[in-house]
């Protein structure tokens, strides 16, 4: 279903990570054309906007949006929406796009959910996506366009609050959020590494210290002596559509065994999509899976994704076996060498901002999370649950023993 109504160039990430547009010069011009404005609700009518979605996005779509590409959001909808094989009961497309002398010039992407007599809003590909985003339109009135976007969302979407998770601070959305007095319900930082401040990985490498270097090259040699240590990187087919599945289970296992839960890594729709979206049979999301073995046996496991020269690594993780042989460690060495083969300027490690992930990183970008109630149920839940419960849950659980935490762990694993 849709509602509708009426109201009056490639962008690469190099020396920095600041992933924004050129300013506009004062002298542009605005098109002062009318904005027609539609909230699409189904899937058939989310299929029949890929070529508008892809076009808006090729000449307007930022690196670090990744997660806001129609393939993605695709793939998405066909684990996760409402209707698909094994979807979530209840989860609703709720998409605000705006066109202009009937070009598609704004897309929030969006789903909708009624969960404890609350619907909330939310952005499209949770909870696989890492980062949140509207894609807008390269003009000078891309913030008078995405507030019109909000005022039609927020009278036409019927929801209570507005819930818009891992938000950068450069993100088109970021200066709306603020002008509207949305409130922050929690914030991260997103290390990053600047390849494409160094000519080559060894140049690049010299950042680092003579002792790391000569750590990662005994950890190698080590390493070397179980058995031949080969590094294999996959841009989609069966063998990446495998390793991506075994990742999420490593990564279930490495956090089970440190008395984490993760429900996202738990939930087998995860597994099933980063299969298909590494696999690449349909609809390519540009993954690259990359695995170092050791004597033939899988140790350590990346599974990334590429977008206008930035690369996102959404997992990275080893065998528990190999804990103590810098796996992780070696893998990621090699993983770097080869984003300079494949032309990358940007390996964005993503939130949360881990110590490993620092201690490789240039820098790192604050990303937050915003809440905005749209009725008053939804400023009660916000204030209740997102602002005192679910904070109070989250540190107590940090705060405990990691016995007690494993032993939480494993009853979470038993009930599902």
């Known amino acids: 279903m849709i509602a509708q109504a009426r109201s009056t160039e490639t962008v690469f990430c190099a020396a920095a990570d600041a992933c924004t547009r050129p300013a506009f010069k004062a002298s ?4 002062k054309a009318p904005l027609d404005f539609a909230l699409i609700s189904d899937r058939a009518s989310f299929d029949a906007l890929e070529t508008e979605w892809n076009d808006l996005f090729a000449r307007s779509g930022l690196p670090a949006q990744v997660f806001q590409t129609f393939n993605w959001n695709w793939h998405w909808a066909n684990h996760y929406l409402a209707g698909a094989p094994g979807g979530i009961d209840g989860l609703k497309l709720s998409i605000v796009i705006a066109r202009r002398n009937g070009r598609l010039i704004m897309i929030w992407p969006l789903v909708a959910e ?5 619907t909330q809003l939310f952005w499209m590909g949770e909870p696989v996506s890492q980062y949140g985003d509207v894609i807008i339109d390269d003009c000078p009135d891309a ?18 609050v507005v819930r818009l998770r891992r938000v950068r601070s450069d993100a088109a959305v970021a200066p709306l959020m603020k002008e509207i007095g949305a409130r922050i319900a929690d914030r991260q930082t997103a290390p990053y590494i600047d390849l494409a401040s160094a000519p080559s990985f060894a140049k690049y490498e010299e950042r680092y210290s003579s002792h790391a270097r ?9 390493l070397e002596e179980r058995g031949p240590v080969v590094v294999e990187r996959h841009y989609g087919g069966p063998e990446a559509r495998a390793l991506a599945v075994k990742a999420l289970e490593l990564k279930a296992g490495w956090l089970r065994q440190r008395g984490l839960i993760s429900h996202a890594i738990s939930d087998a729709r995860m597994s099933r999509f980063f299969a298909d979206a590494a696999g690449g049979e349909d609809k390519s999301t540009n993954c690259i899976v990359s695995v170092l073995k050791s004597n ?4 350590a496991l990346e599974v990334a994704f590429t977008c206008k020269g930035r690369l996102a690594m959404h997992v990275i993780v080893y065998d528990l076996k190999f804990e103590k042989a810098g796996a992780g460690v070696l893998l990621m060495e090699q993983c770097l060498a080869a984003g300079y083969k494949d032309g990358l300027g940007v390996y964005d490690m993503l939130a949360p901002g881990d110590g490993y992930k620092l201690d490789w990183a240039d820098g790192s970008s604050e990303v937050y999370d915003w809440v905005k109630p749209l009725s008053l149920a939804g400023h009660t839940y916000a204030r209740l649950y997102l602002g005192l419960l679910r904070g109070h849950a989250k540190a107590a659980l940090k705060s405990m023993p990691q016995s ?4 939480i762990s494993r009853g979470y694993t038993m009930s599902l």
């Open 143 to 160: 913030l008078d366009v995405m507030r019109a976007g909000w005022n039609f969302l927020a009278s036409h979407a019927k929801g209570d």
């Open 296 to 299: 033939g046996e899988a140790a």
């Open 404 to 407: 007690l935490r494993k032993l």
């Open 114 to 118: 009624r969960v404890r007599g609350i």
């Open 214 to 222: 000569k750590n990662r090259r005994r950890l190698k040699r080590r």
């Open 28 to 31: 542009a011009k605005v098109d």
